[in-house]
Antibody, heavy 125, light 107 residues
Framework: QVTLKESGPGMLQPSKTLSLTCSFSGFSLSTSGMVVSWIRQPSGKSLEWLAAIDWDGDKYYNPSLKSRLTVSKDTSNTQVFLKITSVDIADTATYYC?????????????????WGQGASVTVSS | DIQMTQSPASLSASLGETVTIECLASEDIYSNLAWYQQKPGKSPQLLIYYANSLNDGVPSRFSGSGSGTQYSLKINSLQSEDVSIYFCQQNYDSPNTFGAGTKLELK
């Protein structure tokens, strides 16, 4: 069974760095073609794909946020991390990590077939 | 970025009815279109990919169609558990982008 779970600080102040962790099981990020993405959703709004990391450690970012994002993974390939620098109120959202559907084992197609429950993040002074 | 325009923004339908949700891409996405269902307070769940391929475990009353820039999601025989927000996503170009969502409610 594939499961993912996000964890984060809950609340942080503007200008700080947001650090999120995605812990997953039921699949291996070392499998060729496997990708874990980060997506966020402000309350009552749509989804925004942020970043992804693949089995080979290659990283992909949404150009609109690229300068502020860093995605990484641990050496055991059971956790993926996301850092967002210089947060402001507009970064308030639920942050999801998700696995790319294995059928999409190429290119920049990020169709997600398994999602975490989401981590709510509020940026406030 | 490719813009995805969903319509309607919301709709109300009765149990057993058939509903259709549309998604229009700002350029040809060559059937690289996925649909997600998000129930209240839950994370999105993949329904359809490649415009018309049903994901594992998704009821057959859901179907997708379309090509080029125009796509649709059809739900036959609406059930109470289908009350959700539905999002389309293009996965043709990076960054992959989502529609604004369609909120489906029961009449």
């Amino acid at each position: 069974q594939v499961t993912l779970k996000e964890s984060g600080p809950g609340m942080l102040q503007p200008s700080k760095t947001l650090s999120l962790t995605c812990s997953f099981s039921g699949f291996s990020l070392s499998t060729s073609g496997m990708v874990v993405s980060w997506i966020r959703q402000p309350s009552g709004k749509s989804l925004e794909w942020l970043a992804a990391i693949d089995w080979d450690g290659d990283k992909y970012y949404n150009p609109s946020l690229k300068s502020r994002l860093t995605v990484s993974k641990d050496t055991s390939n059971t956790q993926v991390f996301l850092k967002i620098t210089s947060v402001d109120i507009a970064d308030t959202a639920t942050y999801y990590c998700a696995r790319r559907h294995p059928i999409f084992n190429y290119g920049s197609s990020y169709v997600m077939d398994a999602w975490g429950q989401g981590a709510s993040v509020t940026v406030s002074s | 970025d490719i813009q995805m325009t969903q319509s309607p923004a919301s709709l109300s339908a009765s149990l057993g009815e058939t509903v259709t949700i549309e998604c229009l891409a700002s350029e040809d996405i060559y059937s690289n279109l996925a649909w997600y269902q998000q129930k209240p307070g839950k994370s999105p769940q993949l329904l359809i990919y490649y415009a018309n391929s049903l994901n594992d475990g998704v009821p057959s009353r859901f179907s997708g169609s379309g090509s080029g820039t125009q796509y649709s999601l059809k739900i036959n025989s609406l059930q109470s558990e289908d009350v959700s927000i539905y999002f389309c996503q293009q996965n043709y170009d990076s960054p992959n982008t989502f529609g604004a969502g369609t909120k489906l409610e029961l009449k």
